[in-house]
C-alpha cells in the first residue's frame, strides 16, 4: 500500500514538474498582470508581479491556449476594476527590476518599443469593443491599439486615429508595434509603418493584454451587457526594448 502511495505522490510530483504556465510562452520578466477579480476583499483588482508569475495561471483569466503556443487574456463584463477605470481587465503592465518597480519612462529621452503578435478572439456582445496594447502616462493613456466590432482602428486618448483593418474577423493573427523616440511614437501594424504621432508625454508605460471597454456595473455600466460578456486575447509573444 505505501509503495503504492509513493508512486503516486511521485507521479504527482512529475506531472506538476511537466505543466507548462503562461511564463513559459512569454518573457514575463519585467511585467506585472491585473486580472478582474478580488480575492482578498480588498476592493482592488487582484495583480501578480513578476516574481509570482513563474508558475502563475488563472484558469479563465491567464493561461495557455490550447495548442500550448500563446497565452490567454479574458475580461469579462462585471469584473473588478481598478481605481483609475470602470472597465475590467486582463492586462500586463510594465515594471523594471525585474518587476519590482513601475515603469517610467519619457519620449524625450531614449527609444523605446513594444512589439504584440496577438489575435482577438471574442468581444463583449453590446458594447464589442476592447483595447489590446497601449502607452500609458502618469495621467491617462496616450495612443492604444483598439478593436470596436470588426474596425481595428488607432485611438489619441479618445480621438479615433487612423483604421488598421475595416473588417478585422475574430481570431485572425497580427502583430503591432509601437516605437517612441524624440516625442514622436512610430505605429506599425504587420510591420508596416502606418502612422507617426507627434506628442511628448513622461512618466510612461506600456500595456498589453485583454482591457474591455464595457461594463455591466458602476460608472461605465453599459445598459443590456450581462456581467458574463467578455473579450479575449490571445498572445503569442510580447516584448519591449529600451535604448
Known sequence: ???????????????????????????????????????????????????????????????????????????????????????????????TADGFRPASWSSSKGKHTLFIDQRVTHLPKVKDHIVVGQIHDAYDDVIVFRLEGKKLFIDLNGVKGPVLDLNYKLGTRFNVKLEVSDNVTKCFYNGELRYTYCKEFNNAFFKAGAYVQSSCKGRKKVEGESCDAYGEVEIYNVWVKHQ
Do not use: C
Not at 509503495?3 to 520578466?29: E, G
Open 1 to 95: 500500500m505505501y509503495q503504492n502511495l509513493i508512486v503516486l505522490v511521485l507521479l504527482a510530483l512529475n506531472l506538476n514538474s511537466q505543466k507548462r504556465y503562461p511564463a513559459t510562452v512569454l518573457n514575463l520578466d519585467n511585467w506585472k498582470i491585473t486580472i478582474p477579480l478580488d480575492t482578498d476583499h480588498n476592493g482592488s483588482p487582484d495583480e501578480y508581479r513578476s516574481s509570482e508569475l513563474d508558475r502563475f495561471q488563472h484558469d479563465t483569466f491567464f493561461h495557455l491556449n490550447v495548442s500550448g503556443d500563446a497565452v490567454v487574456f479574458r475580461a469579462h463584463a462585471g469584473g473588478i476594476t481598478t481605481s483609475g477605470s470602470g472597465y475590467p481587465r486582463s492586462e500586463l503592465r510594465e515594471m
